[in-house]
DNA sequence: AACGCTTACAACCGCAGAAAC
DNA sequence: CGTTTCTGCGGTTGTAAGCGT
């Protein structure tokens, strides 16, 4: 599985694939000292390990509550939602997908997009591409970038578009290669922005009417419809603009504080998916570890809620039913019949307008525990955040006529 | 059975940025 | 303020295993 070779490197460190007794000293220092300064691994175990070995080796499979075996058609939902919003910030991803890691995620990811490019098909569901370009057309944008606030006070009149803006460092590229599912989608796009700048312009025209200064108000949300009618459009809008262009990975890079914000606790149904919470793993709440024969694999046991759900002696793969759509290009293969069905019950998709169940065939029957959740963000913030967007969110697809628009 | 191809996974590298010292 | 350490990302490689021929 592991890098051929296994010999050694510069210094006498050791590469390729880890034995159990190389984990077990490191789980042992990491029980002892708990995660962090990595590099004095090697000096206080005798590991011939760099630091940064032993960080990857921990962070990817040692650490508890790690979720092994195939993505379940919800998490692989989430992946997709987080990537057509981020692009390839697996740490962020992974954040949201409790007891996966940002390598797990991005050789899926890789994996995936192989396969689909070889087979000629789109990368996102067309439900995840119009979720997602509802979000960006609203200009919900909790990532804002602290760095580029300057170019977009040159816009603090008239807001600078979402979509594209020349003097916008997070405005669309002519020729991006991050964001396929943009490409995919960009008609819906453009039309979205066109009526987002619209709004704008109208909306800032009616303020001037009133001689106030309040902020544009994103599309569709009930007050800005206000605006519009009182400006003499009624319900009614003029032509769109026709662009053509696409989203970099980064529009909505959140370099400002990281966090979680509005839009990715809408996008993720947080209250359903609890996030992972590094910390939680931090010094002094380190659970029991333990050995798992014959594999050299670890497996939390403990008195963490989390990890009491999956019994000693039983993987934490679930499923072996997310055999979706896709199919027809992936082979079904290393779907492990010890795979335990898990409850996913709790992870279900909350945003409006779901993928379509041909998208994703679940088999009706894969479940999963939630693996636990640290989250660094309280319930009440959580529920503010909520309403804050449900405030603001068009009602449903339906109710807006998504698909004749499309 | 042997072979080739594909997939999933583990691991490495280099780089950049942040944080700690 | 410079150095060290840690973290994250993107890219890549290597291997086991499944599958088809």
């Known amino acids: 599985m592991a890098r051929a070779g296994g010999g050694e490197g510069g210094g006498g460190l050791k590469k390729g694939p880890w034995t159990q007794a190389e984990d077990k000293l490191l789980v042992d220092h990491v029980r002892r000292h708990g995660e ?51 692009g390839n910030k697996w740490a962020r991803i992974s954040s949201h997908l409790p007891g996966r890691t940002d390598n797990e995620i991005k050789n899926y990811w890789n994996t995936r997009l192989k396969r689909r490019q070889r087979a000629g098909l789109p990368l996102y569901p067309p439900d995840i591409e119009r979720e997602i370009a509802v979000l960006r057309a609203q200009n919900v944008n909790p990532f804002a970038d602290t760095d580029h606030a300057a170019a977009n006070n040159a816009h603090a009149v008239l807001p600078a578009p979402l979509l594209f803006d020349a003097s916008n460092p997070f405005a669309l590229q002519p020729s991006g290669a991050h964001s396929p599912l943009i490409n995919q989608n960009y008609q819906l796009l453009n039309q979205m922005q066109g009526m987002q700048q619209q709004q704008q312009r109208l909306h800032h025209f009616a303020n001037q009417q009133h001689g106030n200064n309040a902020a544009p108000q994103p599309v569709f949300h009930q007050d800005s419809h206000a605006v519009l009618r009182h400006a003499g ?63 050299s694999r ?90 804050q967007i449900m405030t603001s969110l068009p009602l449903s697809l339906d109710e807006h006529n998504w698909n004749a628009q499309i």
């Open 36 to 86: 962090g300064n990595w590099n004095a691994v090697r000096r206080e175990t005798g590991l011939q390990r760099c630091g940064k070995s032993c960080r990857l080796r921990w962070a990817n499979h040692l650490r508890p509550n790690l979720r092994k075996g195939p993505f379940s058609p919800e998490e692989e939902r989430h992946i997709l939602r987080l990537h057509g919003l981020v």
């Open 233 to 295: 459009f009624g319900a009614g809008l003029p032509p769109l603009p026709n662009r053509v262009h696409e989203l970099p990975s980064n529009q909505f890079d959140t370099a400002s504080g990281g966090g979680t914000g509005l839009l990715e606790s809408l996008m993720l149904g947080d209250g359903h998916m609890p996030r992972a919470n590094t910390s939680m793993f931090r010094v002094g709440s380190m659970p029991e570890l333990m050995n798992r024969e014959p594999s």
């Open 298 to 387: 670890m497996m939390v046991h403990g008195d963490s809620d989390v990890t009491s759900q999956c019994p000693p002696g039983e993987d934490m793969h679930h499923g072996g039913k997310w055999d979706f759509v896709l199919e027809d290009v992936k082979p079904a293969k290393r779907r492990a019949a010890s795979e335990v069905e898990l409850d996913m019950s709790d992870m279900l998709s909350t945003f409006p307008g779901s993928i379509p169940a041909d998208w994703f065939s679940a088999g009706g029957g894969s479940t999963a525990p939630s693996p636990g959740s640290a989250s660094a963000v309280t319930d009440d913030e959580f529920n503010l955040e909520m309403h």
